[in-house]
């Protein structure tokens, strides 16, 4: 390996196209101090093997690239530089240490340059020790490095997104269409988490799919523009329904003797299970199917909508409060605490205010805030995780710290929303003054919030 340090004219060097780092960002400071002392310290280069039309050789420039851009707008004519044959590996290695050690990459940035290595053959093993990091560290940023290009141009703006968001982001490697949809997505957020549930209901639905073909059972779909509330095969009525919940379909699902003689109908991630009815009573049934249908079809439909909207609403307002929390001013504290209070003390109405608050939830709520408690788990010992050493435990935080107070009051409000407040005016004013308080706090609700927040799924006879 032949090493040398030459002054080499500047406009016979150029940027390395493979650098991790695509922008050298401002070089001012930089400039004037190589006008007033120099360069103290050399440039890494490699031949590029070319040369320009005078027989100047060409050089690619490994490390220095914020040195080289500051000697040009300090207008040098020549910087000096050692000068080393690589290959390509070295050449992306030396790159790629060098920055995550001494510059600001992006996530980003980084990942592209630790895929640039793998596609010369450099294992994950030996990437992570070369730059100090873990295998786990190297590994997810490839992960991001496989984002398709077409995918980040969807996105507003690719390289500003979070290095959560970029994970995020990459959990959908396998669903393009999901992917990008969540890239262009201006409520990325909410929009993930609605991307999850249907990715876990589809998922759900396969498995239980295949449950129902092993035991024998056949799955329909329900006629054009009917449901479980508002269908039922004829001489058969409705037995249950097995949900898309987050409980795995086995526990639900027994395959019970029985199972073939059943009908099943799918609906949105549902399983309608339809038993025959008995010859002496298939009459009345027929007779007082239409009845029940048209009192049932409008709320289940809209229970189902609030459910679901719920689900998500509260996986992100969670998100958002575990992240933001501790990172807010005093004084937006002090004013969360403040109208929280005043919500849970005076009340909505014309009366004092009665939640259906219990302690192991506003617990519950607690630890996924990221709280430290002593007991998160149920045991022989502990059946709900308001005890004593839990309480205890929040005591002595809100003593040391009494503006953590916030956190109980979001807790509390977490612990009272229920999808049901979603169905009444009277819920939907409820959730005003939480989402308001939100607001105040930094939230920023996405637009099915906003329109939930509206009454979208109150009866319309409830409104009047």
């Known amino acids: 390996m032949s090493i040398t340090i030459e002054n080499l004219q500047v406009d016979d060097l150029h940027a390395n196209p493979h650098n991790p780092r695509k922008q050298v960002g401002d070089v001012e400071e930089l400039a004037s101090s190589i006008r007033s002392q120099g ?29 080289l851009a500051a000697a040009r707008q300090a207008g040098l004519s020549t910087v000096p530089a050692i000068v080393e044959e690589m290959d390509a590996r070295r050449e992306r290695e030396i790159m790629l240490v060098e920055n995550t050690q001494r510059s600001d990459l992006t996530p980003v940035e980084e990942a592209d340059g630790y895929q640039g290595l793998l596609d010369l053959g450099v294992r994950v093993k030996e990437m992570a020790e070369k730059t100090g990091r873990s295998d786990r560290f190297v590994r997810r940023r490839l992960k991001i490095a496989r984002i398709p290009q077409e995918t980040r141009d969807m996105s507003a703006d690719f390289s500003q997104l979070s290095l959560d968001q970029l994970d995020k982001l990459a959990e959908f490697e396998s669903d393009p269409d999901m992917q990008r949809e969540l890239a262009r997505s201006t409520d990325f957020e909410w929009t993930y988490r609605r991307l999850v549930s249907e990715r876990d209901k589809t998922k759900w639905c396969g498995e239980a799919d295949k449950a129902l073909a092993k035991a024998g059972v056949r ?68 007779s007082a199917k239409a009845e029940r249908q048209a009192i049932m079809a409008r709320g289940k439909e809209l229970d189902r909508k609030a459910r679901d909207f719920e689900a998500i609403a509260r996986d992100t307002r969670f998100a958002w409060l575990k992240t933001n929390l501790h990172t807010l001013t005093r004084e937006q504290t002090v ?130």
Not at 337 to 366: D, K, N, P, Y
Not at 371 to 398: A, F, Y
Request: with cysteine; net charge negative.
């Open 39 to 67: 360069i103290k310290q050399p440039l890494l280069v490699t031949p590029t093997g070319e040369t320009d039309i005078g027989g100047h050789k060409q050089y690619r420039v490994v490390i220095g690239h914020r040195r």
């Open 219 to 286: 799955v329909e779909s329900f006629p054009d523009g009917k449901n479980y509330w508002t269908f039922e095969p004829r001489g058969y009525r409705r037995r249950t329904v097995i949900s898309s919940t987050r409980d795995p379909f086995w526990k639900q699902f027994t395959g019970e003797d029985g199972w073939p003689e059943f009908c099943v109908f799918k609906n949105h991630g549902d399983y309608c299970l339809y038993e025959p009815i008995p010859l002496d009573q298939l009459e009345w049934a027929e």
């Open 335 to 464: 004013a969360g605490i403040c109208e929280l209070a005043l919500a849970e003390t005076v009340g909505w109405h014309s009366m004092f205010v009665g939640q259906r608050l219990h302690g192991e939830g506003v617990v519950e709520a607690l630890i996924g805030f990221g709280w430290n408690l002593p007991i998160t788990e149920h045991d022989g010992d502990h059946w709900s995780l308001e005890c004593k050493e839990n309480l205890d435990q929040i005591r002595m935080v809100l003593r040391d710290r009494p503006l953590r107070i916030l956190d109980v009051l979001a807790a509390r409000q977490e612990d009272n929303a229920d999808w049901r407040a979603w169905r009444t005016m009277r819920g939907v004013d409820e959730m005003c003054v939480w989402y308001g308080a939100l607001e105040h706090l930094g939230y920023q609700p996405s637009a099915e919030e906003r329109e939930a927040l509206k009454g979208a799924m109150v009866e319309k006879e409830q409104e009047s």
